[in-house]
């Protein structure tokens, strides 16, 4: 997208009202309160977000040679996001913090956090490896997701399945992005990139702390065939990303570092494949999320039904 037409954009969206207000959400426990909740055991316990609704229908895997995947010990803005459920039961989720004026957001996978059951100690860690915390954890204040994936489910909104969050600062004060630094947001990146980084936090008993993933591949235009998730998502080949890598960064080169293009997610909720992801089509409606973050307008919500 031409920079001139995406100034034009911004400028435009900066007219856009705040969403109708809603009622105010619990207030973000402070850091100190999440800091000492999430220990290196309860997060190496913790567990994949649960996606509602059935499995569904599996697409050939591909039969060119997958791309490998191999553990390291993670970039400074690509991170986890920490919780407990109306359970108890510990969940996570990938997160990257992009560049804001206020150093305070992170974007993921909207089913990730889409769920309206109660949520508890739900926090950001920056660069989380081996249980360890190596830039603090942040608290999260607000959760953006678009009005649409709310109200279509995590199939019929699929293409929208993105959210911003607005976290608050660690224990000392810092605010996230001037502790870890951030990617450029890139919207209408296209679908065809030859060198694209995915990261992911995988979900897996078989190594205490685990390390996220990285991969490098190349990224294609998929047209989904599935009438209940329509869309066109961008589809990258990377072998071993399973269940817990929901959320993770799909990355490109630009003149700051990285840009992020995409996230884990989107159709079938990232794909039916360790070896096959997806994420939605990065828009006007992801820039919209980010705005109403940045201006810290009232969020949309699940609908009440009457």
């Known amino acids: 997208m031409p920079l001139t037409a995406l100034l034009a954009l911004v400028l435009g969206l900066c007219a856009v009202p705040a969403p109708p207000a809603r009622a105010a959400a619990a207030p973000a426990p402070p850091a100190s309160a999440v800091d000492a909740y999430w220990t290196a055991g309860r997060m190496e316990s913790a567990r994949p977000v649960a996606v509602p609704g059935p499995p569904a229908a599996a697409r050939p895997a591909a039969a060119a040679p997958v791309p490998p995947s191999h553990p390291f010990d993670g970039l400074p803005q690509v991170g986890t996001f920490f919780w407990t459920d109306a359970t108890g039961t510990g969940r996570f989720c990938g997160g990257t913090v992009v560049r804001s004026p206020h150093r305070n957001l992170v974007v993921t996978a909207g089913h990730c956090l889409r769920s309206p059951d109660p949520r508890k100690y739900l926090a950001f860690v920056p660069q989380y490896h081996d249980g360890l915390k190596p830039h603090g954890i942040y608290p999260v204040e607000r959760i953006y997701l678009d009005q649409r994936y709310y109200d279509l489910g995590t199939d019929g909104g699929a293409r929208w399945d993105y959210a911003v969050v607005r976290v608050g600062p660690r224990e000392d ?87 992020l293009i995409g996230v884990i997610g989107g159709y079938h909720t990232g794909g039916d494949t360790p070896d096959v992801s997806y994420s939605s089509y990065f828009t006007a409606d992801l820039l919209l999320l980010y705005l109403h973050a940045v201006r810290g307008d009232t969020p949309a919500a699940p609908r009440t039904t009457a």
């Open 173 to 259: 004060g810092a605010r996230v992005q001037r502790v870890t630094g951030g990617f450029d947001l890139l919207p209408y990146p296209g679908y065809d990139h030859p060198d694209v980084r995915l990261i992911g936090y995988p979900g897996s008993s078989d190594a205490r702390y685990p390390k996220p993933l990285d991969c490098s591949s190349s990224t294609h235009r998929y047209t989904s065939t599935d009438p209940a998730a329509p869309g066109d998502f961008l589809e990258i080949a990377c072998a071993g990303y399973i269940g817990g890598t929901s959320g993770g960064p799909f990355l490109v080169r630009d003149i700051g570092g990285y840009a």
